[in-house]
């Protein structure tokens, strides 16, 4: 019966109430994206990024703004980091780092990087097996794992 009743008030609730007590209770988290991009080589691009601790070099990627699809997020991302478009942009997985969600996709990219923000030291092609000191394992099982199933 107090579940009967619970369920009714909750449906008559504003959605603006409702909303603001779903984030009173729950923890509030971020959310970023991040993309293997390889091209016909069998490389994958790799960014020098200066916020990025150890070596600098991973997977390019950032995070999602409030309101944005995580696909035009991480198309914006490269966009603005690099400039260049992506083709055969794929869902790849969704993991969670306790208070973080990240989104992995895969595409082909779309021309040459040209170097668009003061954040981006550099960029280059790599096959998976000469990666650079550095990158983190995981960046390199994930790009692994896309050019196994890519090419």
Same mark, same amino acid.
């Not at 909750?10 to 991040?34: E, G, K, N, Q, Y």
């Given at each position: 019966?107090?579940?009967?009743? *619970?369920?009714?008030?909750?449906? *008559?609730? $504003?959605?603006?109430?409702?909303?603001?007590?779903?984030?009173?209770?729950?923890?509030? !988290?971020?959310?970023?994206?991040?993309? +293997? *991009? !390889?091209?016909? %080589?069998?490389? +994958? %691009? %790799? %960014?020098?990024?200066?916020?990025? $601790?150890?070596?600098?070099?991973?997977? $390019?990627?950032? !995070?999602?703004?409030?309101?944005?699809? $995580?696909e035009k997020a991480i198309r914006r991302e490269i966009h603005e980091e690099i400039t260049i478009d992506l083709d055969e942009l794929k869902l790849r997985r969704v993991r969670t780092f306790r208070r973080h969600l990240e989104i992995v996709f895969s595409a082909r990219a779309l021309g040459e990087p040209v170097i668009a923000s003061r954040e981006i030291l550099g960029f280059e092609w790599f096959k998976p097996a000469e990666m650079p000191q550095g990158v983190s394992l995981d960046h390199r099982r994930l790009a692994q794992e896309v050019l196994a199933d890519e090419i």
């Open positions: 019966m107090l579940r009967t009743l *619970i369920g009714k008030a909750w449906r *008559i609730t $504003p959605t603006v109430i409702r909303a603001r007590m779903i984030r009173l209770v729950h923890d509030r !988290f971020t959310a970023s994206a991040v993309v +293997v *991009i !390889f091209n016909e %080589l069998g490389e +994958v %691009l %790799l %960014l020098d990024h200066l916020l990025r $601790p150890a070596s600098g070099w991973g997977l $390019p990627g950032g !995070f999602i703004n409030r309101g944005e699809s $995580p």
